[in-house]
């Protein structure tokens, strides 16, 4: 079945470092991408998506390429800040209307 | 657009107690998705609607797990006989039908204990 892998967390940076989380899928057919945050005690938003191969998802400066040769989907920004704190969780849809499949989550510490 | 909620968003029951739970989703939304999520885990799918009818219900975790969208608006979420190993986040979600599969409205969730 599909299924998501993203690096363990949590993932400690100073403010204004550079942010990779890297996520890679397994998934029969053609799946469409996604980002997903939790800041702290809110729910689950979108942060972006990409529906097909080499399609560039981007929101708030995070970026995220669809790339199916590597089976990747690897979120960054290029100066993460303090508000930039939270649980990202990488996720695909697998092209018919079931639910979502979602990585385990990475936890995102920001230090000023 | 009030946005997806959820009610309770606490929930505390004794094991082998039957346990309900209701989500509101954004009112033009015509999927309806219910996920569970356990800790340090991503969610996990376990049913949706379109409309009021139940499309997927194959990934619901046991017997004692069932779903209603009686008039395609609100749901419910049912657990029967419930057991410690119930103890999670239930998250409902909206979505439009004519927008991307997993562009998906999330609300706040009903975490439940089960004692």
Known sequence: GDSVTQMEGP????EEAFLTINCTYTATGYPSLFWY???????????????????????????????KETTSFHLEKGSVQVSDSAVYFCALSGGGADGLTFGKGTHLIIQP | DTGVSQDPRHKITKRGQNVTFR??????????????????????FLTYFQNEAQLEKSRLLSDRFSAERPK?????????????GDSAMYLCASSLADR????????????????
């Open chain 1, 11 to 14: 993932v400690t940076l100073s």
């Open chain 1, 37 to 67: 945050v939790q800041y702290p005690g809110e729910g689950l938003q979108l942060l972006l998506k990409a529906t097909k191969a080499d399609d560039k998802g981007s929101n708030k400066g995070f970026e995220a390429t669809y790339r």
């Open chain 2, 23 to 44: 989500c509101d989703p954004i009112s033009e939304h015509n999927r309806l998705y219910w996920y569970r999520q356990t800790l340090g885990q991503g969610p996990e």
């Open chain 2, 72 to 84: 395609g608006s609100f749901s419910t979420l049912e657990i029967q006989r419930t057991e410690q």
């Open chain 2, 100 to 115: 991307v599969i997993g562009e998906q409205y999330f609300g706040p969730g009903t975490r439940l204990t089960v004692t």
